[in-house]
Nanobody, 129 residues
Framework: QVQLVESGGGLVQAGGSLKLPCTAS????????MGWFRQAPGKEREFLAAISRSGDSTSYAGSVKGRFTISRDNAKNTVHLQMSSLKPEDTAVYYC??????????????????????WGQGTQVTVSS
């Protein structure tokens, strides 16, 4: 089992920035690719960004590319999502997730919810106009 805890959510004005950390515990962190997703009311969970086990490969959704940056600190078992130029449509609950890396090559970064095995409880981000 892997336990994931997100934090850092809150209320921010449009154009502002926010950094979300997610801390993992329970298993060897470097065995997992990590991803960030979000879900707005009435919508499906949406992929945002993912990072490979070693951190040398990343992938982003088109809606956030250039505004969001994913990074990981394997020494601290933490993955971050740095968000900038936030828009009201970025309002959602943000989730981090872990994908068991034994099922794919080291530089693969999964981008679909079905490939992730563990999820955090989510943190609310609200962007006001």
């Amino acid at each position: 089992q892997v336990q994931l805890v997100e934090s850092g959510g809150g209320l921010v004005q449009a154009g502002g920035s926010l950094k979300l950390p997610c801390t993992a515990s329970g298993r060897t962190f470097t065995n997992y690719a990590m991803g960030w997703f979000r879900q707005a009311p009435g919508k499906e969970r949406e992929f945002l960004a993912a990072i490979s086990r070693s951190g040398d490969s990343t992938s982003y959704a088109g809606s956030v590319k250039g505004r969001f940056t994913i990074s990981r600190d394997n020494a601290k078992n933490t993955v971050h999502l740095q968000m900038s130029s936030l828009k009201p449509e970025d309002t959602a609950v943000y989730y981090c997730a872990a994908a068991d890396g034994s099922r794919f090559l080291p530089r693969v970064v999964p981008t679909t919810t079905g490939r992730y095995d563990y999820w955090g409880q989510g943190t609310q981000v609200t962007v006001s106009s």
